[in-house]
């Protein structure tokens, strides 16, 4: 998703900042693809989580770019257990990746963001909405960051535009065997599977309308219609 939401920028004009945890070569190939685009690229590593990784990737757009017109809040844990059985470091494991990330990001840039009247869109999903039991804590993340989102609108306005995206079967997990991938395929209402490209388009959207803001987008074919998580 980050790769497609990356290209889908630098394609619309964007110059990119590419944060990384894990995935040093990945980030690097996806720059190599925005300079094909003549676009400018630099990847930056570090937690989104930890606050001193935040300030240094913030200390970095400052140095290469001077400015941020688009912040995009995409990094995320999504993790699986039954309620009663998590324990209380992977709880806060994934409250600190999928919610506080977020506000840290936001906070760190916040300046830069008034500055050009930025934008900034939040990565959520159907979990946000529906009582995902299979997925307890990655599910009161996701609802926690679309309501940070609204907060966010409100206590940025009326220079920034807070927004979020919440997809659906856009990019199913490689271990879903055929079967399972035919369920999700099901699940919606247009019986079809999604792609990451859905999202990119949606994000460009949210990015070209002036008038809207605290609001989240599904992009999901409809899913969220059928009330099953």
Known sequence: MGRAITLGLAAAG?????NYHSSAAEAASAAREVQALGRRAVTVPGDV??????????????????????????????QSAPLLEIEEEEWDRVMAVNLKAPFLMVKAHADLL???AGRIVNLVDLSAFQPW?????????????????????????????????????????????EETRERSRAAAALGTLGSPEDVVRT?????????????????????LLSGGA
């Open 14 to 18: 964007y110059d990119v900042a590419i």
């Open 49 to 78: 989580s930890d606050i001193r990784d935040v300030e240094r990737i913030a200390a970095t757009v400052r140095i290469e770019f001077g400015r941020l017109d688009l912040l995009v809040n995409n990094a995320s844990l999504f």
């Open 114 to 116: 008034e500055a050009s």
């Open 133 to 177: 039991v299979g997925h307890p804590h990655h599910a009161v993340s996701k609802a926690g960051l679309l309501h940070l989102t609204r907060i966010m609108a409100r206590a940025l306005a009326p220079r920034v535009r807070v927004n979020a995206i919440a997809p659906g079967a856009v990019l199913l997990p490689e271990e879903y065997d």
């Open 203 to 223: 994000l460009l959207f949210l990015e070209r309308s002036p008038f809207i803001t605290g609001e989240v987008i599904v992009v999901d074919g409809g899913r």
